[in-house]
């Protein structure tokens, strides 16, 4: 019997992102892909410091993962998806930075296979959506953070019309065709408006420290508007103590 495939059915997420995987790279290189990346990386670069080992949780192919190398962090990637995993191992051994990073397999990031206050930091982009619980995912990190570590996240941004309207089509695309059109939206659950995120980070443990939007294919003025951004980006700092 083949106790993955039998997980994987149970994890339609895992699936979809394994469908996805060959495809991950490219799809990072896009202008949407590369515009919501430097949102996000702006937030960090606004911190100093930021630490030296860092966790990317749900790293897909290791794509932020191998930026936060190349700016001499140490970083752990972790993903529930194996077909991920294989490739970020493999585009990560023709770096010069491979020996910072290095890639395992994980059943879920609610709860991961690291001592108490391991890391420095926390990268988790665009994962949470897709998890069971967000909230365990987010006392997790809390627990593998150092005393006032970082967490840099983002999130489906609840406030965004383009989302609604996205969510609104997505019946539709799959009546007009077997492209996977907006077939993300049929994984991606949690969303929150600023305010639900704040208060939910507050509640495991975090103080946020900043954000931004990003994630659509507008002009910046509108990417980057509360109205239109597809995602919120936070960083946020874990409070120091231990629950």
């Not at 994987?8 to 490219?26: C, M, Q, Y």
């Not at 960090?44 to 930026?67: E, K, M, V």
Request: hydrophobic share 40%; with cysteine; charged share 25%.
């Amino acid at each position: 019997m083949n106790l993955e495939a039998d997980t994987k059915s149970d994890r339609p997420a895992i699936r979809f992102h394994d469908e996805l995987a060959a495809k991950w790279e490219g799809i990072h290189r896009s202008s949407v892909f590369k515009s919501r990346t430097a949102a996000m990386f702006s937030l960090l670069d606004r911190i100093q410091p930021i630490g030296s080992s860092w966790l990317d949780a749900g790293c897909g192919t290791g794509t932020l993962a191998r930026i936060l190398a190349g700016r001499g962090i140490d970083v752990q990637g972790i993903d529930g998806s194996s077909t991920m995993i294989d490739i970020a191992i493999r585009l990560s051994a023709s770096q010069a930075t491979s020996g910072k990073l290095s890639f395992r397999q994980v059943e879920t990031i609610e709860t991961t296979p690291f001592d108490t206050a391991t890391f420095d930091g926390v990268l988790c982009a665009s994962v949470l959506e897709y998890t069971e619980s967000p909230e365990r995912c987010l006392s997790e990190f809390r627990r593998v953070l150092r005393a006032n570590g970082l967490l840099l996240i983002s999130i489906p941004n609840r406030d965004s019309m383009l989302r609604r309207l996205y969510k609104w089509l997505l019946p539709i695309a799959r009546r007009l065709t077997s492209r996977p059109v907006l077939r993300y939206l049929e994984f991606s659950r949690f969303e929150a408006s600023v305010a639900e995120a704040t208060a939910l980070l507050q509640r495991c443990g975090f103080t946020v420290l900043g954000h931004n939007f990003a994630g659509t294919p507008l002009p910046k003025i509108l990417d980057q508007h509360k109205a239109f951004g597809m995602l919120i980006n936070i960083v946020a700092r874990q409070d120091g103590g231990r629950a």
